[in-house]
């Protein structure tokens, strides 16, 4: 019996070409050890999905909460095709963890649906730091590299489903 390598995308296709692909990355810089791990992870996907350098622009937030906002700020002021949100909630004795969770999904949902946008969501929400070093390139793979790759797909599908629709002129930078 094949045994799987954690460590390769769990994608079973291959990503479509992202070499007219632009992307925002924004990274929490809370738990830095681990969501620049998770940055690593999806900059190596990009590139070897063929989007080059100059078309992945990173920006730094200061924790998992204000991800939302941070990619908003890349809908609202640049002229990518979808952003990837980075970041890293550890449970505490609080329900503080609780909140953030539930504020930074609520956030990106919203944001997809307003401005029309991808936005992949590349947030751990572990138990412990064990746990979330596991997921950004230990045992379990690197969630950065899953989430560029959702951020690709959704890009492709968008242009497909765009490029199908008879009432629509295609543009990726449509905004509501």
């Known amino acids: 019996m094949a045994t799987r390598n954690h460590n390769l995308s769990k994608f079973d296709s291959p990503l479509p070409s992202a070499a007219d692909m632009r992307f925002g ?5 809370w738990n830095r050890e681990v969501t620049e791990a998770l940055l690593e992870g999806a900059v190596r996907t990009l590139r070897a999905a ?3 350098d100059m078309n992945i622009q990173i920006k730094y937030v200061p924790g998992t909460f204000e991800l939302s906002l941070g990619a908003q700020f890349f809908a609202e002021y640049t002229d990518v095709d979808a952003v990837i949100a980075l970041g890293c909630v550890i449970q505490g004795d609080t329900r503080h963890f609780d909140f953030i969770c539930q504020g930074v999904t609520q956030g990106i949902t919203q944001l997809q649906i307003q401005w029309n946008m991808p936005i992949a969501f590349g947030v ?3 138990n412990d730091m064990q ?3 596991d997921r950004c390139g230990g045992r379990h793979g690197n969630k950065g590299d899953e989430a560029a ?3 690709i797909n959704m890009v492709k599908l968008q242009i497909d489903m765009e490029a199908a ?3 629509h002129e295609p543009d990726r930078r449509n905004i509501n």
């Open 25 to 29: 990355i924004v990274v929490a810089e």
């Open 50 to 52: 063929g989007c080059p």
């Open 124 to 126: 751990l929400t572990v």
């Open 131 to 133: 746990q979330a070093l």
């Open 149 to 151: 790759a959702t951020a």
């Open 165 to 167: 629709s008879p009432d």
